[in-house]
Each structure stands twice: as C-alpha cells, then as structure tokens.
C-alpha cells in the first residue's frame, strides 16, 4: 500500500478552529498559523485479510494484542512498543508496519501533504510439523474451513476419503461432510486449532523459528545523564545503570522504542543494520 494525499491548509484550520474547547465564542480574530514541518511515524495495524490464528498474540512480548474470535480480527492495542515482532510472526503476513509521514512546506498551493506506504519486513520460519483431527467430537468445521488462508482444510464427502481408503475412525454417512486437511498446503498457521470450540479437535505440532533482528539499539554514553528512565521503562527488563553506564543485554532486548522514546537527551537510538 502506498497512499498519498494533500489537504488544503483553509481546511485544516476549519478544523482546528471547529475542535478547539478553548477559543471564545467569537472567532473572527481568529489567526492560524503554521511553520514549515515534518513529522514522522510508524504505525503497526492488522489488515482484514488476518485468518484469526492468534499466532501474533502469542508472540507479542507486552500482551499488546487483543486476541480474534471468529467473528472480529486481532487489534493492536496502544500498549504496543513497536517492536515488530507481530509482524515478523504473521503466517498469512497480515499485520502491517506503515510508514505515515506529514510535511508543510509552505508551498504556493497552502496545502499539508500525507503519505502512507508499507514498510518490507522480514519474516520468521513457522512450519507446519503435523496435524490431525479428531473425528469422534463436534466442531465448528465450517469455520476453520473458510479461514484457512491455503484451502488447505476443506469439507468433504464420504466418496472422498473412501477413495482415498481412509479410515477416520467412525462409521460415514452419504451426504454428510467430514473436514480434511492436505498437509502438502498446511502452512502451520493454527488457525483451525484456534477458533475451533472444541479444544481438542485439531492436534498441531509446528515449528516458529528464531526473531530477525534488523534493528539496534546505540548508546551514547557521552550524552547519557543518569537518569534510569531506560531502566525504569523497558518493558523487558533489558537495561541497567551499572557504574553510570547503560549496560544493554542483546538477548533480553526486543529493539522497541520504549528506552529511545523515555531518553530526555536522545542517547538511546534505535537504528537499522547495515
């Protein structure tokens, strides 16, 4: 997704002047004026397209993540640190980094532009080792067949597995369906495990590999005044203050933004590797 557009800047002091609770009554005197700028930010947000897995919940480090149901996807929540790992997790790659950017010129048209666009990110392993069903219990077999991202889980007729000389352990009825899955075209996502009602209806055994990490944190210790904001705000405890310097612990540290956002005097980075 890359998205760019502008907005008369008459507009947005329309708006400025319509939200603020602290103007009178009168407004003619009303002056609105705006230097030259640019902001820039990041934003991490699932997309529809999310198969309800929950895999990203189960990964993200803070629990900032409310879990999907059948009827609603994963929503990120504002305790997110933006460490990224939910979208390095993503089987399906539905959770997005979106790069959002503003900048005024002061340009001869007086308009704000904006832009949008997604950000690459690498992706960990997950692998699909085995996967089977129980066929004695009830399930919503409907459901997990219309989120599995690959078909791979589909609904079938006795005929199917008869040819296939398949024995499910129960007694077929013509005209019935009977859920299967083709393990050439299971990615391992979990889907069908997790929004199924019946807890043990699909036995999955996958494999997630290790984090990429392409980001680190640097220190200047030349600029580090002391403070223990870093220690105090690191949601992993990865930061210490030893002998007046910020010792940072590589394995413990998931390259969030909470120790460079908390930094009165910006001597924590976060910056990408080369």
Same mark, same amino acid.
């Given at each position: 997704?890359?998205?760019?557009?502008?907005?008369?800047?008459?507009?947005?002091?329309?708006?400025?002047?319509?939200?603020?609770?602290?103007?009178?009554?009168?407004?003619?005197?009303?002056?609105?004026?705006?230097?030259?700028?640019?902001?820039?930010?990041?934003?991490?947000?699932?997309?529809?397209?999310?198969?309800?897995?929950?895999?990203?919940?189960?990964?993200?480090?803070?629990?900032?993540?409310?879990?999907?149901?059948?009827?609603?996807?994963?929503?990120?929540?504002?305790?997110?640190?933006?460490?990224?790992?939910?979208?390095?997790?993503?089987?399906?790659?539905?959770?997005?980094?979106?790069?959002?950017?503003?900048?005024?010129?002061?340009?001869?048209?007086?308009?704000?532009?904006?832009?949008?666009?997604?950000?690459?990110?690498?992706?960990?392993?997950?692998?699909?080792?085995?996967?089977?069903?129980?066929?004695?219990?009830?399930?919503?077999?409907?459901?997990?067949?219309?989120?599995?991202?690959?078909?791979?889980?589909?609904?079938?007729?006795?005929?199917?597995?008869?040819?296939?000389?398949?024995?499910?352990?129960?007694?077929?009825?013509?005209?019935?369906?009977?859920?299967?899955? +083709?393990?050439? #075209? !299971?990615?391992?996502?979990?889907?069908?495990?997790? /929004?199924? %009602?019946? &807890?043990?209806? *699909?036995? =999955? $055994?996958?494999?997630?590999?290790?984090?990429?990490?392409?980001?680190?944190?640097?220190?200047?210790?030349?600029?580090?005044? +002391?403070?223990? #904001? !870093?220690?105090?705000?690191?949601?992993?405890?990865? /930061?210490? %203050?030893? &002998?007046?310097? *910020?010792? =940072? $612990?590589?394995?413990?540290?998931?390259?969030?933004?909470?120790?460079?956002?908390?930094?009165?005097?910006?001597?924590?980075?976060?910056?990408?590797?080369?």
């Amino acid at each position: 997704m890359n998205v760019s557009f502008i907005k008369q800047m008459k507009d947005l002091e329309r708006e400025v002047l319509l939200k603020s609770v602290e103007l009178d009554d009168d407004n003619d005197d009303f002056q609105f004026e705006l230097d030259n700028f640019s902001a820039h930010d990041e934003i991490i947000a699932i997309a529809p397209k999310c198969v309800r897995c929950n895999t990203c919940v189960g990964e993200c480090p803070v629990n900032a993540i409310e879990p999907a149901n059948i009827f609603r996807i994963a929503k990120i929540t504002d305790k997110c640190v933006k460490c990224e790992i939910c979208i390095q997790s993503c089987p399906v790659s539905a959770v997005k980094l979106i790069d959002n950017s503003v900048v005024y010129d002061n340009n001869e048209e007086d308009t704000v532009e904006y832009k949008l666009s997604n950000v690459s990110s690498r992706h960990r392993v997950i692998r699909m080792n085995s996967i089977s069903i129980d066929y004695s219990d009830d399930n919503n077999w409907y459901d997990c067949a219309k989120l599995c991202p690959t078909n791979a889980f589909t609904l079938e007729f006795k005929d199917f597995f008869d040819d296939l000389d398949m024995d499910l352990g129960i007694d077929l009825i013509d005209d019935e369906l009977y859920p299967h899955i +083709n393990e050439k #075209l !299971c990615i391992g996502c979990g889907a069908c495990v997790e /929004i199924s %009602l019946n &807890d043990n209806a *699909v036995e =999955l $055994d996958r494999y997630i590999g290790p984090i990429i990490h392409s980001r680190v944190i640097e220190v200047n210790h030349d600029l580090c005044v +002391n403070c223990f #904001l !870093c220690e105090e705000n690191c949601p992993m405890g990865a /930061i210490e %203050l030893v &002998d007046g310097k *910020v010792v =940072l $612990d590589d394995d413990k540290c998931i390259r969030c933004i909470e120790c460079t956002r908390h930094c009165p005097v910006f001597a924590l980075k976060r910056v990408e590797i080369e």
